[in-house]
Structures are given as structure tokens and as C-alpha cells.
């Protein structure tokens, strides 16, 4: 798989429950990017990238019932304090397309508060 071909600066990953979808965050690319993963092989086939705002990404989970992705982010890299955000998507669980739902607002939140919000499952569906 090129990941350098689609996706620039990859901060954190997360695999679905059903083990049938990768989601990389980037904070260069500033992208959301979505692979399919075959379950015999592990091979990943590159799904689609999303850019929903031209924010920071740093922080991805997928929720235990794998119907929900969650994407932390901030405004701006390397300055705190930053307004921080997460970002909400519905994820079809049968092509691993995301659909952007939300976006939460947190003016007091930097990178390290948006990472381990999500890390901790503060942030839970």
C-alpha cells in the first residue's frame, strides 16, 4: 500500500472491532484516510480520504459497537492553548465510508486534552 501517495504526516490509527477497516489521521495532510483491510490476508485497499476542515488531525478511536468514528483535532500545530475539536462520523459498516455527523467545540482543549478525551472514552456512543 503507497500511504506516502495519499496521506502525509500520519499521527495515529485506528482499527475497527470487525477488523474490516483502518482509519489514519494526519496532521500534515490534514485528511482522514480510510482503508478496507482484508481479514485473511491483512492486505489494505484504499477506501476514500476525507478533509472535512482544514484543522489539524491527531487523535482517531472507532467506537465498541463500530458504528461511530471519533477525530480529535485543533486549529493550529505546535501553539497551545488551541481550540480543540471532535470530530463525529457515522461509519457504514459494510464499505467503511464515514460520514461526517458533528463537529465538537472546545476552546480550552489543545492536543494533548483532545487525545486523551478520546483516548480515555470520554467520548463513547
Known sequence: VGFSRFLGGAMDLALS???ISLYVVSNI??????????ETSGM???????????RYFCSII?????????VGSISEY??????????MFERDQTTSVLTLIS????D????????S????GAVDS
Do not use: M
Open 44 to 54: 489494505l485497499t484504499y477506501i476514500d480520504a476525507y478533509q472535512p476542515h482544514t
Open 103 to 106: 463537529v465538537e467545540n472546545d
Open 78 to 87: 505546535k501553539k497551545a492553548p488551541s481550540a480543540g475539536y471532535i470530530h
Open 17 to 19: 472491532y470487525d477488523d
Open 62 to 70: 472507532v467506537s465498541r459497537d463500530d458504528r461511530h468514528v471519533y
Open 108 to 115: 480550552a482543549a489543545y492536543y494533548g486534552f483532545t487525545s
Open 29 to 38: 495532510d490534514r485528511k482522514i484516510v480510510a482503508y478496507s483491510r482484508n
Open 117 to 120: 478525551v478520546l483516548r480515555n
